[in-house]
C-alpha cells in the first residue's frame, strides 16, 4: 500500500501502542495504531492478551502496512521494560511511543471506591505510562530523537461523574507529568505531549452502548456531535511526526469545545466524558 510521502511522513519511524488491540472492533488505539501505519510507520502493536493485540496486527498487516503483535502486564515495570526491549529487538529502535492503554474505573460515591478500582487506575493510568516513558527514553536519547504521546482526557482538566475520582485524579496526573517530562528530555530531541479527548465513538462503544444514548449526548456537546477516532488519531500522527519537533510539554483539548463551557462538572445521564 502507498504510504505517505507529503507532510507528517513517518516512514523509516517505528511506534509502539498500548492498548491498541481488538482490530476492527476496536478501540482508539486501533485507529491510532491504524492512521501511524498510514503514514508510515512500523507499528507495534501491544494489548494485555495476545489474541487482542494479534487481531489488530492481522489486520494492519492484510492492509499492506508492517506491524507486529506485543503482549504484556505494562503495569508490572519488569514487564514494561521486556516489552519495549522485545521491541527495539524486532523492529531495531522505538521512535514513536502512544500511551494509550487506559483502565475507566465505575462511578462510585467518593466513600466508597473500593481499594482495588483506585489501584488499578493508578496502575494502568499512571505507573504504566511512566515504565514505558523512562525505558523508551533511553534509546531514544541516544539517537536525538524521539516522540511521547499520552493519551489523558479531558477529564484531567474537567472533571467527570461518569468515570469518577480515581479516572479524573489518574488523567489529571498524567498531564502532569507528561509536562515534566517534557522540560526533562527536550534537549535530546525528544518530544512529549498530551492529547485531551471528550467523548468519541469507537466500533467497542457502540457495541457497549444503546443508539439512544448517543443520540441523547451530540445535543449537550457545543460541535453538537461526538469525535471520530479517526481525528483523534490524526492529532497523535502530527505529534508523532518529525514535523512537530518544537511542539512539546503541550496537553491539547480535542472535544468540540466541550473543555471551554463554562462548569466543571456534567450530569450523569449527559456527561462529556
Not at 481499594?115 to 499512571?126: D, I
Not at 469545545?257 to 462529556?272: H, L, M
Amino acid at each position: 500500500m502507498t504510504r505517505s510521502s507529503g507532510p507528517c511522513d513517518l516512514r523509516g519511524l517505528v511506534a509502539l501502542v498500548t492498548g491498541a488491540g481488538g482490530g476492527a472492533n476496536g478501540g482508539l488505539g486501533m485507529a491510532i495504531a491504524r492512521e501511524l501505519a498510514r503514514a508510515g510507520a512500523q507499528i507495534a502493536v501491544h494489548d494485555f492478551v495476545a489474541e487482542v493485540a494479534e487481531a489488530t496486527a492481522s489486520e494492519l498487516r492484510q492492509l499492506g502496512f508492517v506491524a507486529e503483535a506485543f503482549s504484556a502486564d505494562i503495569t508490572d515495570s519488569r514487564e514494561a521494560d521486556q516489552l519495549v526491549e522485545q521491541v527495539i529487538e524486532r523492529f531495531g529502535k522505538i521512535d514513536i511511543l502512544v500511551n494509550n492503554a487506559e483502565y475507566r474505573s465505575a462511578a462510585y460515591r467518593p466513600d466508597q471506591i473500593p481499594t482495588e478500582e483506585w489501584q488499578r487506575s493508578v496502575a494502568l493510568n499512571v505507573h504504566a505510562p511512566f515504565y514505558l516513558s523512562r525505558a523508551v527514553v533511553r534509546d531514544m536519547r541516544l539517537r536525538k530523537f524521539g516522540r511521547i504521546v499520552n493519551v489523558s482526557n479531558i477529564a484531567a482538566i474537567r472533571a467527570s461523574i461518569l468515570h469518577g475520582v480515581p479516572y479524573v485524579t489518574t488523567k489529571e496526573a498524567l498531564y502532569g507529568f507528561t509536562r515534566h517530562l517534557a522540560t526533562e528530555v527536550a534537549q535530546h530531541g525528544i518530544t512529549v505531549n498530551a492529547i485531551l479527548p471528550g467523548f468519541v465513538v469507537t466500533p467497542e462503544l457502540r457495541a457497549q452502548w444503546p443508539e439512544e444514548r448517543f443520540e441523547r449526548l451530540a445535543p449537550t456537546i457545543p460541535a453538537r456531535r461526538a469525535g471520530t477516532a479517526e481525528e483523534i488519531a490524526s492529532l497523535v500522527v502530527y505529534l508523532a511526526s518529525r514535523e512537530a519537533g518544537y511542539l512539546t510539554g503541550a496537553a491539547i483539548p480535542i472535544d468540540g469545545a466541550v473543555s471551554i463551557v463554562p462548569g466543571g462538572r456534567t450530569d450523569p445521564e449527559n456527561a462529556f466524558v
